[in-house]
């Protein structure tokens, strides 16, 4: 007869256990967050400057106003070329929105200056650049990285060969990308198969809230390039690629460690995906190949290859030390030279 008892006992426990939190309570000591500016570009040569200059968000949240991507109010930059000063940046005014603020269902969100600092001095191969900027409360930071010189590069390309894939047209062609590697350990490069500048259009219809009225419009746009696909049996490619995607590989990095100064061929296949009701479609026509400073490099790689293809996010996988070169500060200053060798006609 102690069934009686222990169902009591069960439901004496059970209402004294309900009205007990086992929330389990971790106090972490979070690091002390110090303000400081984000200094973040490339320099590409032949291309004129263009950079992001901002404060540093908390990266625990302990500052809820504290805008993203905000520039101080009177930063200013100056860039040097091999120790020699070039002059100041300017602001080219852009306002974006700041989502980590509360947003106005009549207004919309919170704008906030995030435009770049610009000049018009076109990076040279070869040189070293200093950014420094500074900014009222941010101690100054500066970066500095050297240009990649320049690595001649020309092209054997195959006769274009007609493949069949169900829905499209892939024409694939064989080329091999030769250089020669200059002397020294340590030459980053990446290798892509670009188009050149191409438009294409599109036409949607308006109407007016009636439906009553309605017009086509056209729009033209303009693709600066586009990348295609190729498929190798080099290893330094494939080790490059980290992953291949089914449809081949539309980027891959590699160094010099097994052919350091020496001359190099790499064999790669382009794919050209022609879709048969298009008329406006990209062409094949230059493989770059993407002298690219240590700094970038280790970006590349993250950004690029972080996780296998196909795999979810994981939030809990081992933390990524991510490079910078700021002192004073954080971000990073990369600096690329692309030596374009054009299919030959």
Known sequence: MRRPSLILLAAVLAGTLGACDFTPTLDVPLPDF???????????????????????????????????FEIPQGT???????????????????????????????????TVECGAFISDVVVEPGATYTLRASAPGYPAAEATVTVPGRVPVTLDVGPPVEAE?????????????????????????????VSGPWTYTDTYQTCDRGGVSCSDTTVHYRVPHTRFTYTT?????????????TNGISFATFTDEVFDGEARSLKVRVHDLIHPDRREEPEFEAVWLVAVDAETFGAYQIAWFGYPAGEDFNPFQEPIDLPSNVVGGYGLLG???????????
């Open 34 to 68: 110090e303000p400081a500016l984000t200094l973040n570009g490339v320099l590409a040569a032949d291309s004129t400057v263009e950079v992001r200059i901002t404060a540093a968000a908390d990266p625990y949240g302990r500052y809820p106003d504290d805008g993203l």
């Open 76 to 110: 200013v930059a100056e860039l040097f070329r091999d120790g020699a000063s070039l002059g100041p940046l300017r602001l080219a005014s852009a306002e974006c929105p700041d989502y980590s603020k509360p947003v106005d269902p009549v207004a919309g969100p919170v």
């Open 165 to 193: 894939v169900p829905g499209w047209i892939r024409v694939d062609r064989d080329v091999a990308v030769s250089f020669r590697d200059p002397a020294g350990l340590g030459d980053r490069y990446a290798l892509m198969a």
């Open 233 to 245: 049996s080099d290893p330094v490619l494939l080790a490059g690629a980290r992953t291949i995607p």
């Open 335 to 345: 600096a690329v030279t692309v030596n374009a060798a054009p299919v030959p006609e």
